[in-house]
């Protein structure tokens, strides 16, 4: 039992030593044969081997055992012997230190002692010292307040002398140091007069800070400064505001008056605009920049009334610098005006414009200087590019009439006015386009835009000058005298008017729609219809047809007039021959018709026979009528009865002015009015009996050869029956002659 | 409007000469010459009655030859005179008193029809040499004178002043030298009347009777650019005058600023051969012309009556598109009736809207302005 409780304790122990070591146990059978094994068991290992080895090997295994058990005991034996003589060594270790322990001891107390002793001593010194430290602060403070009094005694001179380099920013700084004190002891005696002094000096002071604020010529820095200081000096900002408000109106209007009195120095205008624009924006507009730049520098704290001041000034002077622009701009680019000179117009326009805008920005106004000023200096050069186009119309239209040859072709002379004419108006909108270019950045301003294109360009130069031009044609008319024109002018000018009327002003105002950006066509916003142009042109071209027509039968009817005063037709001889100046007459017509001929189409013939021998014949048969009832004698037949029997079956002669623009038209007028008065001529006569033969001869070579130039050859027989017929009346002795005799005369 | 159908009258002759009778102031009454060179002249005295609108005549035989012009006494209704051509082709004047003349403010039809009219020549107007007369003028209101000019434009002066009795008083020289005929002329009512425009061919001038020899007083060269054929002076404001000629042209001048017309109208196609400023309403003017039209111009401008009398009515214009406004110078009316040459117009003496044209075939037109106007004139 003792012993299984000794095995059981024993395993226990082990147990626990395994645990700890953390070796697990191997319970494998070959372990129980393993010498060096824990769970070894000695006899079964005997057992084992002496059942299964040969005595040979039991010896051989009994030695290796012994000499295994020999070498282990000798290392135990080894190992014990070591450990032994540690153990001496630290036994001889604590002895030592035990004894070096109690020496420390001691010294550590002797230390505090000494410690005490020290803080006994320091708390001595310092008792000692604490009266000296309070005497050395109250004399550092002494020697403060000395230094300032000493400051305060130099600072006259100081603020004089700084005064004097003109150092006044220096001068300011002292004065501002002292200021408080000296108003704070100024009732002590001796502090009054350094005062007044300083009153006196800082007097000085402000006054020459006032003089290089107002100083003309002073720098906006400068006067930044000045301003500054003032301030400081306790100036009011209001009233400081205000000044400087004054002073630089005062400033901006002496521009203003140097502007106005701007005058030229005999340059070229375009360039003369630009330098005078330049000026402007140098002075006037910069400065007033400038002004309002520097007022928000330094007032930057300044009250909005201040600032209104400020302001209202400014838009005042921009308010007349406007006016003054416009009447010298007007003044300097002058009547004649180059498409370079208005270049150079709207570029000097541009800039100021560009400037002003830059202007107003800064005072944050709305107002509309440049666009109004623009569009006056627009409308007053429109205006004036008109009436310079009027003028030069005029001298041409006056050139033509002065130096006009009748030998002039008519045909050539239209295209050539025409040319002329267009050439002028062409000029004139060539310039105007400056105003409308690309690169004008005014001009991109669709409002300017279209009040420049439709009022100005449109309406005050197209429109007025077409108008003024038609007037001018009309007019030509009505001149009498050196100023009367040639006929053959008024034909051609008659011409060019109906051009105008047809399609010359239309495209011309279809240039300017392109140019000027009117919708094509547009008849919108009162704008005058271009028909009322055209309607001129036609009712001038009317009337100076008209004209040509009462100038050439003028001249014709002279002739026949002349000639039948300067012939007693009571007593004339036989006719021999068709008298000169009907041939003469004849010439004249052809001479018109031709002229007539190559401005104006044929016109409408009446259905009138090619045939011209048949028409020979029919104004023979005529004759023949004629003859007869003249031979019936006035004493058979009431001859004023006939007369008005006659009259029934002719047409009642239509004389009455309106000419149409054809060839026909108007060489028949001619031939109506020359014929008619003739006739009148004849009505004032009294014939004889070759007297009336001679018109009866003259009546049929008329006849012979008008019809060519006629579409109405029934008008001319019933006017040459007419005349005929009037001159049986008016005579006494009415015997025509033989219608062969007279055919024989003719033809001769 | 039918008021302003014209009332025709036909002659049977030609006929170039035409005046009012201006002795007669109550009836409408015309004179007229005819001019045949074949057959017995007359003057027709025609009149017009505008309540039975009925024309009645009465003629007096005029044995002397083709009437060029024909010219009544200012106030004496019984006296006329003529320019006529006779046998001798050769331009003369006569004076005649005419027989029987119903009294003033009798009408014609008062005569008896059966009996003959005639013309007695009181004076026949010759000078010494064998000048041709191309005008023969009274003397404006009084009639104590008559003035002839020949065609070369000698002014002979005659004064009738003493007991009816012709007296040969003035025998001037030619104003001009040259070849120009007189083609017209006329004697001024104002400054005493002592004012006498003649016109050759496109010059005219005017000439103091008092200092004919002496030269004229003033003269307007190249007044048209063809012949006048015809001047008037009007009656109520003395510095103005019409001319008209062969250019178709009425022009109308201050005579103190010559060197152009203050309204120069072009209305006419043809020559215009009579201007005539209505007496009474001077910014009526009457014109004539060989386009056979008779127009009636508005001189409202140059008119003696104030503007403010012609500015107060619209209404009427209003009603009548016809008529312009009388306001404006220009056409107020043409008158196209005519089939001939007018060469002569004139206003009646009795009522002051009434006027009758002459054309050349012999007939006779009698219109009345229109109703309008008229209105517009007197209110």
């Known amino acids: 039992m003792s012993k299984e409780a000794t095995e059981n304790d024993k395993r226990k122990r082990n147990n626990l030593l395994s645990q700890y070591y953390g070796i697990t146990k191997e319970k494998d059978v070959e372990n129980l044969f393993d010498v060096d094994g824990k769970h070894f068991n000695a006899d079964a290992y005997v057992d084992k081997l002496v059942q299964e080895t040969s005595l040979k090997q039991l010896i051989d295994k009994e030695q290796e055992l012994v000499r295994e058990i020999q070498s282990l005991d000798s290392e135990m034996q080894t190992l014990v012997y070591e450990n032994y003589n540690k153990f001496i060594l630290a036994t001889d270790t604590i002895r030592q230190m035990k004894s070096d322990f109690k020496t420390m001891e001691d010294e550590m107390e002797k230390l505090v002692q000494d410690m005490s002793q020290i803080a006994t001593f320091a708390n001595s010194i310092s008792s000692n010292l604490q009266d000296r430290r309070q005497q050395i602060t109250k004399l550092s403070n002494i020697h403060e307040l000395l230094k300032n009094l000493q400051f305060l005694f130099d600072l006259p001179t100081k603020l004089k002398s700084s005064v004097e380099e003109k150092n006044y920013s220096l001068a300011v700084k002292y004065y501002a140091k002292s200021e408080q004190v000296l108003k704070d002891f100024g009732d002590h005696p001796s502090f009054s007069g350094i005062q007044s002094d300083c009153q006196e000096i800082v007097t000085t002071l402000r006054k020459c800070l006032k003089d290089q604020f107002v100083r003309a010529e002073v720098t906006s820095r400068e006067l930044e400064e000045s301003v500054t200081l003032l301030s400081k000096l306790g100036e009011s900002s209001t009233s400081l505001a205000l000044e400087f408000t004054v002073i630089n109106k005062g400033r901006l209007e002496k521009d203003l008056d140097d502007l106005s009195s701007y005058t030229t120095s005999g340059e070229n205008n375009g360039e003369a605009v630009l330098a005078f624009i330049e000026k402007c924006c140098n002075t006037a507009l910069n400065n007033a920049a400038l002004t309002i730049a520097t007022f928000n520098n330094i007032f930057p704290l300044a009250s909005a009334k201040d600032n209104e001041g400020l302001i209202d000034m400014a838009v005042d002077v921009i308010n007349r610098l406007c006016p003054v622009v416009k009447t010298k701009v007007v003044e300097i680019i002058g009547l004649e005006m180059s498409e370079g000179c208005c270049l150079s117009l709207v570029a000097a326009l541009d800039k100021f414009h560009r400037r002003l805008l830059a202007v107003q920005r800064l005072l944050m106004s709305d107002n509309q200087w440049s666009s109004i000023l623009i569009t006056d200096v627009a409308q007053i050069i429109s205006n004036r590019a008109a009436e310079n186009l009027v003028v030069k119309w005029t001298q041409e239209l006056q050139g033509w009439r002065d130096s006009w040859n009748n030998d002039n072709q008519p045909h050539g002379s239209v295209k050539f006015i025409e040319g002329a004419l267009i050439e002028h108006i062409h000029r004139t909108l060539v310039a105007l386009t400056a105003f409308v270019g690309n690169h004008v950045t005014f001009s991109q301003d669709y409002q300017f835009r279209q009040t420049f294109g439709r009022r100005h360009v449109r309406e005050g130069v197209f429109i007025m000058s077409l108008k003024k031009l038609s007037i001018m044609l009309s007019n030509l008319c009505n001149a009498t005298g050196k100023d009367n024109a040639s006929p053959t002018l008024i034909l051609v000018l008659s011409r060019v008017a109906i051009d105008f009327n047809q399609n010359l002003a239309q495209s011309l105002l279809s240039l300017i729609e392109e140019q000027f950006d009117i919708p094509a066509g547009f008849q919108g916003d009162n704008l005058t219809p271009i028909s009322a142009v055209t309607a001129e042109f036609r009712q001038a071209s009317q009337t100076l047809l008209q004209r040509y027509v009462q100038s050439e039968s003028h001249v014709l009817v002279q002739m026949i007039r002349k000639s039948m005063d300067s012939r007693d037709w009571l007593t004339t001889s036989e006719p021999r021959s068709v008298r000169p100046v009907i041939k003469r007459v004849l010439e004249e017509i052809s001479r018109v018709d031709s002229h007539a001929a190559q401005l104006y189409e044929e016109g409408s013939r009446k259905d009138r026979s090619s045939d011209s021998s048949r028409r020979t014949h029919h104004s023979s048969s005529r004759m023949q009528q004629k003859s007869s009832w003249s031979s019936l004698g006035p004493s058979q037949l009431d001859s004023s009865l006939l007369n008005n029997i006659q009259k029934l079956f002719s047409e009642r002669i239509d004389l009455s002015g309106t000419v149409e623009p054809n060839k026909g038209s108007v060489v028949m007028a001619v031939i109506k009015i020359c014929l008619k008065g003739f006739l009148e001529c004849v009505r004032l006569k009294t014939f004889g009996k070759y007297g009336i033969q001679q018109i009866q001869v003259d009546c049929y070579y008329l006849q012979l050869f008008l019809w060519r130039f006629t579409f109405d050859e029934n008008l001319v027989h019933s006017l040459l029956d007419e005349i005929l017929s009037s001159a049986v009346q008016r005579c006494l002795e009415p015997v025509l002659m033989e219608p062969g005799v007279v055919e024989l005369i003719c033809e001769r | ?379």
């Open chain 2, 1 to 379: 409007m039918e008021e302003e159908a014209p009332i025709i009258y036909g002659l049977d002759f030609q006929a170039r000469s035409l005046c009012a009778q201006y002795g007669e102031t109550e009836m409408v009454r015309f004179l007229i010459g005819t001019q045949s060179l074949k057959s017995e002249n007359s003057i027709h005295c025609v009149e017009y009655d505008e309540e039975s609108v009925l024309v009645s005549k009465f003629v007096y035989p005029h044995p002397l030859g083709e009437i060029w012009q024909t010219n009544a006494h200012p106030n004496q209704a019984d006296i006329i005179s003529t320019v006529h051509k006779g046998q001798n082709q050769k331009m003369s004047a006569t004076i005649y008193k005419m027989s029987p003349v119903p009294s003033n403010g009798q009408s014609i039809d008062t005569l008896d029809p059966t009996s003959h009219g005639q013309l007695k020549a009181i004076a026949s107007l010759e000078s010494s040499d064998e000048k041709e007369v191309a005008k023969v003028l009274w003397q404006p209101n009084d009639g104590n004178k008559v003035v002839t000019v020949s065609t070369d434009s000698q002014i002979n002066l005659w004064d009738f002043s003493n007991d009816g009795k012709v007296q040969n008083a003035i025998f001037s020289e030619p104003l001009c030298k040259t070849h120009n005929q007189v083609t017209a002329a006329n004697w001024s009512p104002h400054h005493g009347t002592n004012q006498v425009a003649v016109a050759m061919e496109t010059n005219l001038q005017v000439v103091d009777l008092r200092s004919v020899n002496k030269g004229s007083i003033y003269n307007i060269e190249n007044a048209h650019i063809e012949p006048i054929r015809d001047l008037d002076f009007n009656p109520n404001r003395q510095y103005y005058m019409a001319t008209c000629g062969d250019d178709g042209c009425v022009k109308f001048w201050d005579v103190r600023n010559l060197s152009s017309p203050v309204l120069n109208r072009h209305d006419h196609y043809h020559w215009v051969w009579q201007v005539r400023y209505n007496v009474f309403h001077d910014q009526l003017v009457l014109s004539a012309g060989s386009d056979a039209r008779v127009v009636l111009t508005s001189a409202a401008s140059l008119s003696s009556e104030p503007f403010g009398k012609l500015m107060s009515d619209d209404k009427d214009n209003d009603d009548d598109e016809d008529v312009r406004s009388p306001l404006a110078d220009g056409v107020i009316t043409a008158y196209e009736e005519h089939e001939d040459s007018v060469y002569s117009v004139a206003w009646s003496s009795a009522d002051s809207w009434t006027f009758a044209s002459l054309s050349y075939g012999g007939r006779l037109l009698i219109h009345r302005v229109p109703r309008s106007l008229k209105h517009s004139i007197l209110f």
